[in-house]
């Protein structure tokens, strides 16, 4: 079966929005509006209404603004207007700054008017209290039925640098570039700001979404992705609204543009009291994690990394492959570059017979002409410019790594100078730089940023970017995914489920939950319930020895904990003196727990035990689990998550992403087990999870592999339901 959505080119993505979130889709006219009106503009310096218009006027806006403060009729040489009625015409976009108890009534004002586009900067809303809570739900209501779509409230403003609207007051508005950036946090952004401009990196927009009531990071997000000028889309998020719509988009838009994103604070939601062993194990950012992965998105753990990215993404093209030339002044810098390259499992370039044969002949005898290329400690401009074109003219090259150390002839200004020019000449490969020093590299920093060719401080951080592009782009190249559907019985599940819901009852223990298994094609060990010693040595006779035995009881999840489980009954006696050791010690070590009798089940044969589980998140919905399994599964914490549902490529990756893949693969003369039916497992499990949303919770553990072509067994298995 495909999987209901596409991974293809995306054409106007906002016709694909839910039609809930307001009328006007487009939000065109935050970027690129013809008129702005700022309602609380005020005379003076230092207020929010007197930043924000001055900003506006230094920012070069070529369109109409329109002050609204019914104090005043003129602000800084522009015509003060009583109200937005008052401008005789609708503006474009209009800001609010007044204070949040009058916001509503100029978002009246605005419906009366006719506006479309609105951006509240006022703060003093959810972020304070109920009352603010209130206030601004009246607003988003007042909004929705006039068909306006607004950024904030409390929010520092959009930017837009083709249009050169700076309606804010983060600061100056930065130099074009192919950055777009959204953030959750104005004051970040305001530094954010500071920081590019003092470094001459360039941005297509910055918007401040604050409390998102209506706009929210998505829509910004879907709204970067569809404009041209925006070539990587960067952003600050601290909460993500609609999960599974989020995944769908950011997936579609991802295959465009990469979508870099640093995330803070985990979802308390999804790590909520678990008593499965998933559960447990899923922190409160797996689901994130998960989520990143999936939707192709860069997580990124620091705004200098992030920048360190996005720099490289906007201004250079993606690489065809992860081949690196190095070339340098210096033979320690290179081969600092040298190990970092391998040490990001990157590829050292191989060059070709021709390109050391070229390099030969111009370069000094003493140069190193093998990849690191080392052009030597008193190269000037000229060489480092044949040899970037050398390489980058190799067909082994696909990326190239410049090191430079300024050395007593070195010439930085004209060397940096030299790489701008090739790559204006050669624009199909990427080329990253790395000037060390600072006084002396100084004014070709400056040659370099204005070039567009990005800058790093050590090599090691230029190779964790080349490292990035290289993971975008075999994410952009995976293969489509496909969803494998089994024939199963889900009438049988549905029965199970039900009985539990009706009784009221979340925990559904190893007996029923292996009913569940089976009709979903899982194998499970025969067993029968027994409530005496002598049923249980009938079970056992029935199913032939060696037997287990295991505590059956509603309350008890984890039996061995209780010492509910006992292994290798070899024959009546056996059998008997554990049922009576269990009826006697368990009841002490558990008082309250309704002990119903005991589950004989037949032993199996030796081999690996893992786990396969599932837990649900809130927001972005089931999440595989595989690891290691037994009973020591939260000690060795050996495991991997993915989010559900899996494609066979995706389940086989979840166990090659585990340490436990090598005991799989076989270690030390011993025979590796059968992978490919642990991912059959977890695919199954995968769809029993999705098409069954009210299962929470779900471990097989231990789920016991053996040798190829052996049937894995589901040897204990429990959920947890609730209502959908
Ligand atoms: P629990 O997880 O509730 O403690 P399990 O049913 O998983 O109980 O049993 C604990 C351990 O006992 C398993 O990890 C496995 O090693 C062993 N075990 C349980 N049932 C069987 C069985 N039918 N055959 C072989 N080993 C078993
Ligand atoms: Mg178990």
Redesign the pocket.
Known sequence: MQYPFKCGRIRRLTSYYPVTKGVNMSLEKFFSPQSVAIVGASQKKGKVGYEILTSMVKGGYEGKIFPVNHKTSEIEGLKCYLDLKAIGEVPDLVLIIVPARFVADIMQQCVRVGVKSVVIITAGFKEVGSEGLRMEQQVVQIAKQGGIRFVGPNCLGVMDTASKLNASFGGDLPVQGGIGYLSQSGALLAAILDMANANGIGFSSLVSIGNKADVDELDMIVAMGEDPKTRVIAGYLESITDGELFVRKAEQISNEKPILLIKSGGTTAGAKAASSHTGSLAGGDTAYECVFERAGIIRCNSIEQQFSFAQAFANQPLPKGNNVAVITNAGGPGIMAADAIERAGLGFAKLTDETVEKLTSQLPPAANVLNPIDVLGDALAKPYEFALEVALDDPNVDIALVLLTPQAMTECKETAEAIVRISKKKTEKPILVCFMGANKVASALKVLREGKIPQYNSAESAVSTIRVMTDYLRWKNRPKRVVRLFPVNRRKVENVIDRHLRQGLREVG?ADAKEVLEAYGFMT?KGSIATNAEQAVNIAQQIGYPV?M?IWSPDIV????VGG?K?GLNNAREVMDAFDLMMYRIPMKVPDAYILGVLV????KSGL?VILGMNRDPRFGPMMMFGM???MVEVLKDVSFYLAPLTADEAKQMLINTRTYKMLQGVRGQEGVDIDAIAEGLQRLSQLVTEFPQIKEMDI??F?VGREGVVPIA??ARMSVEKD
């Open positions: 190893e060990p287990v295991k984890h039996k061995s904990d489980v292994v089940q037949q032993m199996c035990e399994g037994g009973t553990n231990p016991v040897v204990d």
